[in-house]
């Protein structure tokens, strides 16, 4: 482990190829580089970039450069999925500042630390070079791959043979696509490519993300997607464990705006940690986690019973008494709803015995605290937000708690509603070309087989926009895998995605992984998942070495971001939605089967031209260009009817952003996209969902509850209702609670290896640069005699990490906290503290969190407090 400092000891030192050295800044030396705004200066020393520093810095400053060299490309941040506009600055062939896109009316042309990082990425030293072969066939951790180079031909070639071998074999359904972050391009390696050649098996890692938070707002108004937020305009902000200033959605918008909101509205954060949103707060709410469900049906009984519910959108008595009494039921029949369902059923059904008496016992909340939230949010009503995020959603019985959150909306009217939450507007693009005509006997029939990942079981409801079956359960590929149910893989491909890191219960993955007869990995940086890879496949860096374009929302817009091909890259390296797609359909021609290659060159012609492509390159511009064609050619249906009506391709790729109108608030009151066309606090919605799930699984809805580890029976399935948390390990074995949190600094998990990201990790709260820390209030820490920086072993049922103790205040009592993205025992000389032997620098949170799940959303159950651990200290 390294030390607490800045700077780590020498002995961490790189080797002498890289003469400055992820390990070698001192915190002077960094800051001066980073005021700069330039990474130039951070590889210096390296032989690829030496001479291009060295000639930029002769004769002018690194000022003077930033202000009157290079020219200004449109791209995107993929850093989170709020994928915001940006612009790269590139002076000759070279990356060197980022900057938010001023055409961008989302994020107001501004950016958050992230697309800094990016840069670094991209001309990170330990990135793959070249197509490279395994020569060692043990997999395993410990295991030295023996990687040597190889060339492109060879490299499809083989993969390709590989998967000519299950056509031969009536065993196409054995091959496997996992894939990660994406683009909008991503159809065409996700979907058409195993669809076209025969299998089911496209597993996306949306389960792994957030789609439990999907699950409260579709079931009470029929929208599965994220919100966005009125906070121009709002007048209360309820945190649900969101953090808006650093780790949710929607950063820079929320940091360009959020000093108004200080001044004009009240702020509640709910989250056992204090982040950097609750740290500016009015109220900070240190919730025992994974009981958000107990404060949501509490802070809905103060509001009904203190009569600050919204008459216009929920309706009222008929005589305009409140007659929502604390432990009494309420006739139905007396009151009138307007746009809402079942109002009345669930107060007498759920929240009249739900006080912030009962609440505080659950949630180690003081009962004044959540009366004077309760008040203070229906008060600001209709405009008044209450945020969902993953960590009151993504638990073992997060989907009624997420439900219950979203309720609140409902409750007080600002769904729809100025200064509230707000589904999405319009973004216009086209989808990938129809390949149906492409689809062979054996690929229709194989394509025909259940999916890996079980979907659809009983225990697995994956109830995506109420279709049984209609998810992914992302983490459950592993088992699946393992237990050869339904059948075994034997081709896998995986593309930017790390499960064997980013997966909790991370060790069934590498047994899985290392248990696939032939797994080829296509990537940036030699991950975890690399290390159990036959064939390696570089990857061009997503934020300037490729084409591409993003679509989603922010500041009451939505938005189609492009990114572009700023720069001609350094390194043998292709496009992975586009590129290696065709070269491996080319592969696949070549041995017989040419279907895959038809449908990409008789399907995708570029629109200005009709030309169809005849490289890899050519379609990757072709396929960018067909997808966004309604943002810029003036001939199509939709151009200008949503937004921006650009004036031809060549202005889009010049400004690298289509902006639609701005969102219409109201519009969809008295037409939700639900069973009843209302918002339903009892939703038939989900109820039709469960007993579709239950009868195609030849049982019933009491039967589906028991096998997702849901406490609901009857009636209570169909409501948002308490549910207490589902953790792992006995309390007098492991007396903490541990949760985890996001960082400011961590794009999607893969910052670890850059030294911007390590020596600016005190950005996030609680944490240490160059240190990977666990935190634990103080109290607890004098009960068991441990010391700030005490390096300490963390236990949990599942596994056990070694980290440094950070003591700090702004922990729960009780519980301990960790950020999670560091631990890699793989992905460069920066991320692990020895790459080479497969020493990890800090712990991964994954090794000590079970697979555990939120099984009717099918998502991966990361937050709550799955797990308990013990803390000891190491000798």
């Known amino acids: 482990m390294i030390s607490n400092t800045d700077t780590p000891p020498s002995s961490a030192a790189p080797d002498a190829t890289a003469q400055t050295g992820p390990h070698g800044y001192s915190r002077r030396s960094f800051l001066k580089t980073l005021g700069a705004g330039t990474v130039l200066a951070s590889f210096a020393g390296t032989p690829l970039l030496r001479n291009f520093a060295q000639a930029a810095t002769t ?235 107990a404060l949501a049906v509490a802070i809905a009984h103060v509001i009904l019973s203190a009569g600050l519910w919204s008459r216009e959108f929920v309706g009222d008595f008929k005589d305009q008494q409140n007659r929502f009494i604390p432990g009494e039921s309420v006739d139905e029949t007396l009151f009138n709803e307007v746009h809402t369902h079942g109002v009345v059923k669930w107060w007498n059904l759920e929240l009249k015995d739900r006080t912030p008496e009962w609440a505080s016992e659950r949630t180690g909340l003081p009962a004044e605290q959540i009366r004077k939230v309760a008040i203070e949010f ?88 109420g279709k049984s079956g209609g998810g992914v359960v992302t983490n459950n590929t592993a088992d699946a895998i393992l237990n050869e149910d339904p059948y075994d893989i034997k081709v896998a491909i995986a593309c930017w995605s790390n499960f064997a890191f980013s997966c909790s219960g991370s060790d069934r993955w590498e047994r899985a992984l290392a248990k696939i007869p032939f797994f080829a990995h296509i990537t940036t940086n030699a991950s975890e998942t690399t290390q159990f890879a036959d064939i390696v496949l570089p990857a061009a860096h997503q934020i300037a070495e490729k084409w591409s374009f993003l679509k989603n929302k922010q500041n009451l817009h939505g938005y189609s971001s492009l990114t572009e091909p700023a720069v001609k890259p350094i390194w043998d390296v292709r496009q992975d939605e586009t590129e290696i797609p065709w070269m491996l359909a080319e592969a696949l021609a070549e041995r017989g089967f040419d279907n895959l290659h038809r449908y990409y060159k008789n399907e995708f012609a570029d629109p200005e031209t009709g030309k169809k492509p005849s490289n890899g390159s050519e379609f990757a511009l072709a396929a960018v260009k067909m997808l966004t064609r309604p943002c810029w050619d003036s001939s199509h249906a939709d151009h200008g009817k949503y937004g921006d009506a650009l004036q031809g391709w060549d202005e889009f790729a010049e400004k690298g952003v289509w902006n639609s109108k701005r969102y219409q608030t109201q519009e969809k009151w008295g037409h939700f996209k639900t069973a009843t066309g209302k918002f339903e606090f009892y939703s038939e919605t989900l109820k039709k969902a469960l007993e579709g799930h239950a009868k195609k699984n030849g049982t019933n809805v009491d039967a589906v509850m028991a096998a997702t580890n ?166």
């Open 710 to 875: 849901y406490l609901a029976r009857g009636e209570q399935a169909f409501y948002p209702h308490f549910e207490p948390a589902l953790r792992h390990g006995d309390a007098e074995q492991f007396p903490f609670i541990f949760f985890e949190h996001r960082s400011r600094l961590n794009r999607e998990g893969r910052s670890a290896n850059c030294t911007w990201y390590q020596e600016h990790k005190n950005a996030d709260p609680g944490d240490e640069n160059w240190d990977d820390v666990l935190k634990m209030n103080p109290v607890d820490a004098a009960r068991l005699g441990l010391k700030n920086k005490d390096s300490v072993r963390v236990t949990s049922p599942s596994g056990a990490i070694t980290v440094h103790l950070k003591l700090w205040e702004g922990v729960r009592p009780g519980t301990v906290a960790k950020c999670y993205g560091q631990g890699h025992w793989a992905y460069g000389r920066v991320a692990a503290a020895d790459f080479k032997h497969h020493q990890p620098l800090g712990g991964n949170n994954n090794e000590l969190l079970p697979a555990e799940y939120e099984r009717l959303s099918g998502s991966t159950a990361r937050h709550g407090g799955t797990t308990r651990v013990q803390v000891t200290k190491i000798a």
């Open 59 to 293: 004769g002018a400053s690194i000022e003077s450069l930033r202000a009157n060299a290079g020219r200004w490309i449109a791209s995107t941040c993929q850093g989170c999925t709020s994928w915001c506009p940006v612009q790269l600055r590139v002076i000759g062939n070279h990356v060197v500042d980022v900057r938010g896109n001023p055409h961008s009316k989302a994020n107001h042309g501004k950016i958050c630390p992230r697309p800094h990082l990016a840069i670094q990425q991209m001309y990170d030293p330990d990135r793959i070079k070249m197509p490279m072969k395994r020569t060692n066939p043990k997999k395993g951790r410990g295991e030295d791959p023996g990687f040597v180079p190889i060339s492109w031909d060879e490299a499809i070639g083989t993969i390709a043979d590989k998967m000519m071998e299950l056509r031969a074999n009536d065993e196409t359904h054995k091959y496997l696509f996992m894939r990660g972050r994406y683009s909008y391009l991503r159809d065409i390696i996700y979907s058409a490519m195993p669809k076209v050649f025969g299998s089911p098996n496209g597993i996306s890692h949306s389960a792994i993300c957030a789609e439990a938070e999907k699950f409260g707002p579709y079931y009470t108004e029929g929208f599965w997607d994220y919100r966005d937020y009125d906070l121009e305009n709002t007048r209360y902000v309820l945190c649900w464990g969101a953090d808006p200033l650093a780790s949710n959605r929607q950063v820079p918008h929320a940091i360009n705006v959020w000093s108004k909101v200080r001044e004009q509205a009240g702020i509640a954060v709910i989250d056992p940690r204090l982040s950097a949103t609750a740290a500016k707060a009015d109220h900070w709410l240190p919730i025992i986690p994974g009981e958000d469900g």
């Open 378 to 465: 229906a008060s600001a009503a209709p405009r008044a937000i209450s945020w969902l995020s993953p960590g009151a959603a993504m638990q073992a019985r997060g989907g009624y708690s997420a439900m219950a959150a979203h309720a609140l909306n409902g409750l007080v009217g600002s769904v729809d509603h100025l200064g509230g939450t707000l589904q999405k507007t319009k973004v216009v693009a086209e989808d990938i070309p129809d390949f149906s005509d492409y689809i062979d006997e054996l690929a229709a029939k194989n394509g025909k087989q259940k999916k890996i990942d079980q979907r659809g079981r009983l225990e697995f409801p994956a109830l995506k926009s």
